[in-house]
Structures are given as C-alpha cells and as structure tokens.
C-alpha cells in the first residue's frame, strides 16, 4: 500500500513539473514581449540579452502610437468586433429557431445554403466579396470590415442544433397562452438557448479579432486598420526596430487578454462547446 | 380546423421572415461569390474592372509554375509537421489536464493564452525570439541558426508556433472528449492490474477517438489554409520566401498584390479540390480507427 501511495505522489509530481515546464513555454513570449518593449534598440541588441531593461523608457510606446493611430484602431476593431457578434448572434437565433422549430415549405433546400458555406473555405469568397464592396465604393468602412460577418452559417446551424435540444411541449404551451410566434421565439425559447447564444459570442470575437486578410485587402486606409492589419503594417515600417513592434504587439494584444482574464471561462467553454468547427 | 390551417400558415409565414436575413445573406455573400470565384477562375482581368473568359488559360499558368508547385511542398510540408506533432501534444497536455491536481484550471487557461492573441502580435514575438543575430532562441543554444530566411529551416520555424499557438484550443476540444469517459472503466482496469500506459492505450485512446478525429479534420483544414501566421514572419522581402509560401500566401498575393484576380481564383479552387478530397480520404479512413461503439 506504501509504495501505492509512494508512486502516486511521484506521478503528481510529474504532472506538475510538466506543467510548469509547459508554463514556461507558454509564457515565456509574452515575458520577453513585455521587457523587449521597455529596452532601448540598442539594448535590444546586445548578446547575451539582458532580462530586465537597463532604463525602463516608454520611448517605444510613443513611437508605436506616433506612426499607427491606435485609438483608431481600438475603435475599428471593437465596432467591427461588436457589430460581427449581434449579426451573428441575432441573425442565427432566428434562423436556427425556424430550422429547428417551424415548417414550412423548401426548408431543406435552404438549409443546404448553410450547409454548403460551411463546408468551403473562406478564401473562396474573398475576392468576389472585395469587388463588391469596391463597386459600391464602401472599402475603408466599418461596414467593409463586418461584411463577410453579417450572417453566420457556422452560428445557424450550432444555434438550430440548441434549438432542437429543446422539447416541442414548450412552444406548445406558449402558444397556447396566446403567444404568437415572434413572442414564443423572442420570449420563450431564446432565454434557453443563453448558454448557446454566448459561445456563439466568444466564438466570433476571438476569429474575428484575429483575422489579418481581410481587412488587410478591404481596408488600406490607416485610420480604418483593425489591432491586426495595422501589426502587419507597423511591421514593414520598423523592419529591424524589435522593441517599437512589441510594443505595438503588446499594445494590440492587451484589451483581449484583459477581458480573457475576467472571463476565462467564459471563454474557455465557449470555444470548447463550438469546438470543432 | 380553420383555426389550424391559419396557424399553419402563419408559422410558415415567420419561418420565410426569419430565415430570410441569413437566407439572402448568404446567398449575396457566399452562394453567388463562390460561383464567381469559379467564373474568375477562367477569366483574365481587364482594366476596369472587366473579365474576359480564357478557358483553362489561368490554370495552365497555374500547373506549370513551379512556384505553383513549391507552395503545394510548403503547404504539404506544414501540415506534415504541425498536425501529427501539434495533435499529439495537445493530446499529452488534454491527458494532464484531466488529472485530478489543484490548479489546473489554472494551467487550462496559460495553455489556451495564445488563442485570445491575434496571430499577428503572436508572430511578431516569435519573429524576434528567432532573430538570427539576436533572438534569444539562438542565444540560448549557442548557434547562429537562419530561423527565418533559411530556406530549408523556415517551414519548421512556421510550424513550431502554428504549434504553439493551437496546443491550447486542440487540447481544450480533446479534454471535453475525455471527461466524457467514465470512471468506471479506469476502476475495473486498475483492479485487473493494468498499468497507466496499458490503461492510455485500451481506454483512453479507442473512447476519445470520435473527438480526436474532429480535431484532426479540424486542424488539418485549417493548416491547410494557413496563411496569417507565415504572411506575418515572412515578408515579400525575405528570401526563403518562395520556401515558405503557403497556398493562400500565393493565393493572396496574386490576387491582391500582383492583380492577377484570375490566377489567384484557380490557386483557390484547386486548394478547395485539396481540402475536398482530403477529407473524404479521412472520412473513409476513420473507420478503420474511429471506435463509436460506446
């Protein structure tokens, strides 16, 4: 039984010392972003590299705001961020409400709609979706960055899947308290699919917040860039200047990962719910 | 009865009213580009914004460019390297995750850190990390290696933080796989003297397959379409270019970089074949690993 109890402990601290030594790895990136963010270039170059800055000088910081307008940029990405979420969460809750619940006719052949999209990748769009949006003279929009996100295939077909959880007697009996069908779906049968409607939430903030060719190709004006397209332009600007771009890296980095620390497991179960897409 | 038809009628009526936003937004969105894209892919670009049909003119550019070809290797190459490694990884960290020890909500949340980062600040980071004269990856292992502009390295480089990026969010995906099994199982097999490994490999890994093929379809569409990530640790100026460009990299450049709409859209439909058919050899495969008898 000793040795029992001796090999357990030895495997809890195994686990443990992978798992510090995976936290580490982890980490470490965003360490070494902070304190490279703080040195001097010249600092920044010397071998072997000092931990912590010699001077911590926010020289860096100012730079990055000086040639990326980031207060535009925090904007840009948090409309586009938000306007993607209620599209998706709106749009899909109804939708995925009448797949699930209603009849009527033709409804699988529109539904095959949703399921065609889901299956392409979506660069085949991208082109086609640009020169539209170009013909109507709307790039370097708030509207341009939230187009491809204005409905949601992959969020009709995981809210309809919700909605099928949920047992017809339901409806039934709001319908039978005089609810018509826009108050059964709006009062009744939503407010259970909560759960749902959240991780469709998180889901599209996390993919919309890190896409990079999109807004990259509809969006060239500086001040339209999102936290993503201005990275990759202040990388052709400081080609060699490391510290500016962690500064900028981490400056982009920060509202997401605040948010991700008050609501980690928000976040977390969000993306393990959709999990697979 | 009268009652019922004008129920009936009226559900239908809101099931067309609340169908119809996405209904229309996708058919505006991605039903009449998808087939547009098809279309360009047999055109060549105007001035003006004209298109011109040429037949087969875009793909036969397209099979006989061998940079065509080197972004097939590429691509090939990073999928090879990220999605067995990547899953296995993940795998191991699900596994660990799933032990019963204080903080691992705690370790759940550093591993799955990278996914809330846009992947151009993560490449950034790493960009430097792996500087050739003074990232602090070759400090720490005494060489000068060409990370990024050595044309046989650099595939490798990609892939290493493809890996480190996704570990978390596969790892996520396979815990809840793995929460599912019941106890009961690990019980009776311990009582029977099984050891951990024994246990690994006759129970964990035939009830956790359904998730894990999820994740490998998963990953492996994904990794084929890679793209932010390599866009952003190698630039146009970078000379390991051509050996790091990945299908949509070429894909993006000839569309929006160069113009040529028309190529671009043939590189596109013939990733999208790729995607198709890769697929279907997984689907077919499954059931020979696949276990959904539980």
Known sequence: MKSLERSRKFQTAGVYAFFIIGSIIMIFPFVWMFLTSFKTVEESMIVPPTILPEHWQVQNFT???????????????????????????????????????????????LFSLVLIQMMLPAQIFITPQYQMLAKLGLTNTIFALVFPGLVSAFG??????????IPEEIAEAAYLD?????????????????????????????????????????????????LSSGLATLRGQFSTNFPVMMAGSLLAMIPMVVLYLFFQKQFIEGVAMTGGK | MQNLSKRARSESLWGYLMV???VIGLLVLNIYPFLDTIKLSFSKTRPFGLYELRGLENYIEMFTSAEFWRANVNTLYFCLLTVPIGIFLALIVAVMLNAKIKGRTFFRAVFFLPMVVAPAAVAMVWKWMFNTEYGI????????????????????????????SSIGYDAILLLS????????????????????????????????????????????MSSIKVYDL?????????PALTNAQSLMYLFFRESFVTGNRGLGSAVVIWTVLVIALVTAVQFWGQKKWVNYEV
Not at chain 1, 204 to 219: E, K
């Open chain 2, 20 to 22: 119809a936003p996405t």
């Open chain 2, 230 to 238: 390599i866009y952003m640790m190698v630039e146009e100026s970078n």
């Open chain 1, 63 to 109: 730079d990055a705001m000086a040639s990326l307008p980031f207060l535009a940029l925090y904007k840009n990405t948090a409309l586009m961020i938000f306007l993607r979420v209620v599209c998706a969460v709106l749009f899909s809750s109804m939708a995925g409400y009448a797949f699930a619940k209603l009849h009527f006719k033709g409804k699988n052949l």
């Open chain 2, 177 to 220: 796989g793995l929460q599912n099994i019941s106890k009961s199982y690990y019980e009776a097999a311990s009582l029977d003297g099984a050891s951990k490994l024994q246990q690994f490999f006759q129970i964990t890994l035939p009830m956790v397959s359904p998730t894990l093929f999820v994740v490998l379809i998963m990953r492996l």
């Open chain 1, 178 to 226: 005089g609810c018509n069908q826009w108050q059964t779906f709006y009062k009744i049968m939503a407010p259970l699919t909560k759960a749902s409607m959240a991780a469709l939430a998180v889901f599209t903030a996390v993919f919309a917040y890190g896409d990079l060719m999109w807004p990259l190709i509809v969006n060239t004006d500086l001040n339209m860039m999102t």
């Open chain 2, 137 to 164: 990856i070759n400090t720490l292992l005494g060489h000068q290696i060409n990370w990024i502009t050595d044309p046989n390295i650099v595939i490798i480089t990609c892939a290493i933080v493809a890996i480190w």
């Open chain 1, 156 to 165: 009709t077909f995981f809210l309809r899947q919700a909605y099928l959880g």
